[in-house]
């Protein structure tokens, strides 16, 4: 399996949101990707960008427009999108139109900072994902790989399914 270097793209989300107590709103913060990579002992090439903090119901067709600008004009073909899971898949359906890119978006229903979040295995999946997977738009959550174009978020069962 090839070494090609992947990008990651932070927009936001539930992966970076911070809570100082119980009594204050969450924000999102400077992003934890990178410590999540490096205490994962990642060895794969990848480069950071921290693009967006934004919740993902906040994101705009500006916002879209932006991370699909980013992606086109990147060297590399691999790209991992660490996004809030309310709108992941609108984002998804915005990028699809960008050839000859293996593109995967995924996030958290909990923060990564909590100890039983689910981040840090779904930003695993998304690496796999997009080192093997072919060039469209994939989406990884709850241990599963969808087709970015055919799934959707069950927010009553709190898990992504085929659409």
Known sequence: MSKTPILVI????????????ALS?????????????AVSRVTHPYR???LLRKDSLE????DRKLIAATIAAALETRVV??????TMTETAKALASIAGKTIVLCG???PARFAESDAAFNLGMAFACC????EGVWITMNGSVFDGLA?????????FVDA
């Open 151 to 159: 799934v959707r978020k069950d927010r009553d069962a709190g898990k």
């Open 48 to 50: 950071i960008v921290e």
């Open 81 to 86: 999108i660490t996004h809030g899971t309310d």
């Open 108 to 110: 958290a229903l909990t």
């Open 131 to 134: 080192q093997a997977a072919d």
């Open 25 to 37: 709103q969450y924000s999102i913060t400077e992003t934890v990707i990178d410590k999540l990579l």
């Open 59 to 62: 994101l705009t067709d500006e």
């Open 10 to 21: 932070t927009t936001g989300g539930t992966i970076d949101k911070q809570y100082f107590d």
